[in-house]
């Protein structure tokens, strides 16, 4: 069971616009900066939004995150096929002194 | 060009101990924190232990605590992840990650990844 809830998977079709849910808590989410991490399957993890939402580089501005309290989102805006993959959120746990990352999310482009 | 470079990764019987290794290139390496994140086949991320650039200060997940040790010479641009104990729940890939600041904790991401070097325990 990871500290960051996110749902198993989500889906749209090319051209809509998906979003990505991650709950947390005051000690992580709530104090802490959230990140979003993109893989594709058989690749390592690329960094999507960082500090809540700032784009690295290269990230597209179709890509975008927020922060409200304990729970952090993850927008993807004019979906293609190429945005099928799984999406992890993550941020510090100052309980812990530990980084947690949600249990991702598979998005489906139908 | 901005990489990291693991290797290390093998078959070992439960119990058993390895050594990770992870190689940095294209960034000031002591300004950096680092990471050691693992995912087990078909699983999620797991984030394993934390480094600050320095290396004075070492965080550790509560799953590997007492078995695993990060390290770092900073001669070498090369950290590693000493793990001993192991046991199947440890067969993953692992993977380094850069962090965007030098604590490697806290308010920060992890912006370089690399590719990983597959850890199996088995008898």
């Known amino acids: 069971q990871s500290v960051l809830t996110q749902p198993p998977s989500v889906s749209a079709a090319p051209g809509q616009t998906v979003t990505i849910s991650c709950s947390g808590s005051s000690s992580n989410i709530g104090n802490n900066y959230v990140s979003w991490y993109q893989q594709v399957p058989g690749t390592a993890p690329k960094l999507l939004i960082y500090d809540n939402n700032k784009r690295p580089s290269g990230i597209p501005d179709r890509f975008s995150g927020s922060r409200s309290g304990t729970s952090a989102t993850l927008g993807i805006t004019g979906l293609q096929t190429g945005d099928e993959a799984d999406y992890y959120c993550g941020t510090w746990e100052s309980s812990l002194s530990a980084w947690v990352f949600g249990g991702g999310t598979r998005l489906t482009v139908l | 060009e901005v990489q990291l470079l693991e290797s290390g990764g093998n078959l070992v019987q439960p119990g058993g101990s390895l050594r990770l290794s992870c190689e940095a290139s294209?960034?000031?390496?002591?300004?950096?924190?680092l990471s050691w994140v693992r995912q087990a086949p078909g699983k999620g991320l797991e984030w394993v232990s934390a480094?600050?650039?320095?290396?004075?200060?070492?965080h550790y997940a509560d799953s590997v605590k007492g078995r695993f040790t990060f390290s770092r010479d900073n001669s070498k641009n090369t950290v590693y992840l000493q793990m001993s104990g192991l046991s199947p729940e440890d067969t993953a890939l692992y993977y380094c990650a850069k962090a965007t600041s030098y604590y490697g904790s806290g308010d920060d991401a992890f912006d370089i990844w690399g590719q990983g070097t597959m850890v199996v325990v088995s008898s």
């Open positions: 480094m600050s650039g320095s290396g004075g200060v070492t």
């Open positions: 294209g960034f000031t390496f002591t300004n950096y924190g």
